[in-house]
């Protein structure tokens, strides 16, 4: 049964991939840039994730 499931999800995983991939690139063509201050805040935000992480890793 386990072998199924892994089968099972691979065929999933691709028949997702197959309907995403087409509209990835529209999408990317209709989206706004992001300005410096914007990416500077998303860095900063994944930044701090990684930290924040990271000490509970180390605590452990």
Not at 17 to 34: D, H, N, T, V, Y
């Amino acid at each position: 049964m386990d072998l199924w499931m892994k089968i099972g999800m691979a065929v999933l995983l691709g028949a997702v991939l197959l309907f995403l991939i087409p509209r990835i690139k529209p999408m990317m063509a209709a989206s706004r840039q992001g300005s410096r201050e914007e990416w500077l805040g998303v860095a900063l935000i994944l930044l701090a994730v990684a930290g924040f992480v990271a000490f509970l890793m180390s605590t452990l």
